[in-house]
């Protein structure tokens, strides 16, 4: 066994650049082979054609010295026979041994020319493995960036740098999301840890009702971010199951559960609510009508206003959303469709009014229904929001996506 290792160990590696050397190379000593054996059949056959001596191109041979006793008509003709046909077989013979000569040194030619252009061929490839060799998570900024023409290395090299490309945003989004989750699950702990600290230091039944209310209230906070992060995480997994569903009944049941709110802040609701049926996750959909109308109540103004339409097309359903409030400047509307990011403190929400994680869900939901959205910042203050779903059923989506490309922002 340790001598068949060795051996193995002595054997060169069978390299794409080695397999290459030998396919080049045995085809052209394949290609030599017949046309050796191509010329040599007719060279000949040259030489045995009737009534052209020794062929074309073939010097005549001299004629066989005769003795004078040799006047034998037969016997002559029979010399010069043999004669012929020896000068015949050592012009067959080496015709065969030169060509074998000139073929083998070709051959080696050849072999070397294929090895040094299997390099060069490969050598944007080992380019490419090398640089994939160096990645890590703390250098996914790094690109490839090949040089050289539209062929299928350079497709290959421009496919990997846009891959690199999605996932250095997905494991940015993902340390973001980590470091805003962990910050946002220590502030409960922190509110309910001070609370004690404070009954503990001065007991009373004062003390200790304070103290139960705000445990009380940094508890149902916590739970709620924990049930929104379970949410934002089911709904990126994609939809594993499709049942009917009205958009609109969704859409009444959110307004519904935000009725005491609305009436609290005084606002105006115009409502238009056309039967929008499709097919996807029940929980999900809900969810997503549910965010979006708290959304709207939580980050308006008193006395302001909200408009809620839903639309049925031919193959989509369509929820449109738009609220009063204060103003979001343009270029920061893409920002809030990501977890854990708020325009302003107020749409934090200082009180404890919101994580950040609403309009993060509306998207990872629409996503996971292979829908689109839309938003646009009102130039009065307050945001509109559009949410496109298609009505049939579709394959279920990867979890893994672009984390850039998901949103239509509208200035």
């Given at each position: 066994m340790t001598a068949v290792g060795s051996i193995?160990?002595?054997?060169?590696?069978?390299?794409?650049?080695?397999?290459?050397?030998?396919?080049?190379?045995?085809?052209?000593?394949?290609?030599?082979?017949?046309?050796?054996?191509?010329?040599?059949?007719?060279?000949?056959?040259?030489?045995?054609?009737?009534?052209?001596?020794?062929?074309?191109?073939?010097?005549?041979?001299?004629?066989?010295?005769?003795?004078?006793?040799?006047?034998?008509?037969?016997?002559?003709?029979?010399?010069?026979?043999?004669?012929?046909?020896?000068?015949?077989?050592?012009?067959l013979s080496e015709l065969l041994t030169q060509s074998v000569?000139?073929?083998?040194?070709?051959?080696?030619?050849?072999?070397?020319?294929?090895?040094?252009?299997?390099g060069r061929v490969l050598g944007p490839l080992r380019d490419i493995t090398a640089a994939a060799r160096r990645l890590s998570t703390h250098n996914l900024d790094e690109r490839i960036n090949l040089r050289g023409p539209r062929d299928e290395l350079k497709e290959l090299a421009d496919t990997i740098d846009a891959m690199l490309g999605r996932l250095a945003a997905a494991f940015e989004a993902q340390r973001r999301f980590v470091a805003n989750a962990s910050h946002e699950l220590r502030t409960p702990l922190t509110?309910?840890?001070?609370?004690?600290?404070?009954?503990?230091?001065?007991?009373?039944?004062?003390?200790?009702l304070t103290m139960a209310r705000r445990i009380r209230a940094a508890t149902r906070r916590h739970e709620h971010l924990i049930a929104s992060l379970l949410t934002l995480a089911r709904s990126e997994r994609g939809i594993e199951r499709y049942d009917p569903v009205d958009l609109a009944a969704a859409v009444r049941d959110a307004l519904a559960e935000a009725a005491g709110d609305i009436e609290l802040k005084g606002l105006r609701l115009a409502h238009a609510?056309?039967?929008?049926?499709?097919?996807?996750?029940?929980?999900?959909?809900?969810?997503?009508?549910?965010?979006?109308?708290?959304?709207?109540?939580?980050?308006?103004?008193?006395?302001?206003?909200?408009?809620?339409?839903?639309?049925?097309?031919?193959?989509?359903?369509?929820?449109?959303?738009?609220?009063?409030?204060?103003?979001?400047?343009p270029e920061a509307v893409a920002a809030l469709f990501e977890p854990f990011r708020r325009h302003a403190p107020d749409r934090a929400g200082g009180t404890g009014q919101g994580h950040g994680l609403g309009l993060s869900i509306v998207a990872a939901i629409t996503h996971a229904h292979l829908g689109r959205y839309a938003a646009k910042a009102r130039e009065g203050g307050g945001l509109e929001v559009s949410v496109t779903l298609p009505r049939g059923v579709r394959a279920p989506v990867p979890a893994v996506k672009d984390a850039r490309a998901a949103p239509t922002i509208r200035a």
């Open positions: 193995a160990r002595l054997r060169p590696a069978a390299t794409i650049r080695l397999r290459l050397t030998v396919l080049y190379g045995g085809l052209f000593v394949a290609v030599g082979v017949l046309l050796l054996t191509i010329t040599y059949g007719l060279f000949a056959r040259q030489l045995q054609a009737p009534g052209r001596g020794t062929g074309r191109g073939v010097p005549r041979p001299d004629p066989p010295v005769l003795s004078p006793h040799a006047n034998d008509p037969g016997s002559i003709r029979e010399r010069i026979v043999e004669a012929l046909a020896q000068q015949r077989a050592e012009a000569l000139a073929l083998a040194l070709v051959s080696i030619v050849a072999t070397a020319l294929g090895w040094v252009m299997a509110v309910q840890r001070a609370a004690v600290d404070v009954a503990l230091a001065r007991p009373s039944l004062e003390s200790l609510l056309a039967p929008t049926p499709l097919s996807g996750d029940p929980v999900l959909l809900e969810r997503l009508a549910g965010n979006l109308v708290e959304n709207a109540v939580l980050h308006n103004a008193e006395g302001g206003w909200i408009d809620v339409r839903t639309e049925a097309g031919p193959g989509s359903v369509t929820l449109h959303i738009a609220n009063s409030g204060a103003r979001v400047a």
